[in-house]
Each structure stands twice: as C-alpha cells, then as structure tokens.
Nanobody, 128 residues
Framework: QVQLVESGGGSVQAGGSLRLTCVVFGFNYSIYRRYSMGWFRQAPGKEREGVAV???????SYADSVKGRFTISRDNDKNTLYLQMNSLKPDDTAMYYC???????????????????WGKGILVTISS
C-alpha cells in the first residue's frame, strides 16, 4: 500500500522559513524516481492550488505566488520530497499536501488533476 507522509509543518512568523518533507512508502526507489511529485495547498475557504512540482527528469514548475521563495527538490534514493519555504507570508497559511503522479509533466501536474496518490496533509500557519 502506498502512503505519502508529510512532516515539517508548524507556525512561524512572517519572513521566516520552513522545510516540508514528504516520504513515500510502498514504492521501491526505482519506481519512486519515475513519479512526478508535487506540493499543493488549500487555505480555509479557498480551492486547492498547485504550489510546486518536480517531474522524473528533475524539471520543476512553481506557482507564480511562490516563485523565488520556495524550492522543491527530491532525493530519489530516499523516496523523499522536500519543499524549502523562505520569506513566508501570512497568505502562505494553508494545509499543504504531497502528491505523486505517474508520467505527468511538471506543468500539467501543477494543475492538480487526478493525482495517483495524495498525502493527508500538514498545516502551515504564518503569523503577521
């Protein structure tokens, strides 16, 4: 059974940093590296939106709202996905979800449709 487990969320003041981690269980590393991986978020009262995606070739795509502040990366030997978030703003407050999708390009995955797997999410709260 495949599980995506997020960690690293919490509460910080505006301007601070957080690093989210997503570990994928149920894949061996040779399978994991072929999945596109991404981070999505949903703020209270808003629709879910794509934040950052990295495909199996290492190509990345970011939402305009986080470009220059967030960096997505992956460690294929550890089945792990990261999201380094710097210069955080109150508007970044949301539940953040990790997702995996087979054979999707980064730009397409950022749209967030029909992901193969989702994590349960982790809360990020940014205070002003």
């Amino acid at each position: 059974q495949v599980q995506l487990v997020e960690s690293g969320g919490g509460s910080v003041q505006a301007g601070g940093s957080l690093r989210l981690t997503c570990v994928v269980f149920g894949f061996n590393y040779s399978i994991y590296r072929r999945y596109s991986m991404g981070w999505f978020r949903q703020a209270p009262g808003k629709e879910r939106e794509g934040v950052a995606v990295i495909d199996s070739d290492g190509i990345t795509s970011y939402a305009d709202s986080v470009k220059g502040r967030f960096t997505i990366s992956r460690d294929n030997d550890k089945n792990t996905l990261y999201l380094q978030m710097n210069s955080l703003k109150p508007d970044d407050t949301a539940m953040y979800y990790c997702a995996a999708d087979w054979g999707t390009t980064a730009g397409t995955m950022l749209l967030g449709y029909d992901m193969d797997y989702w994590g349960k999410g982790i809360l990020v709260t940014i205070s002003s």
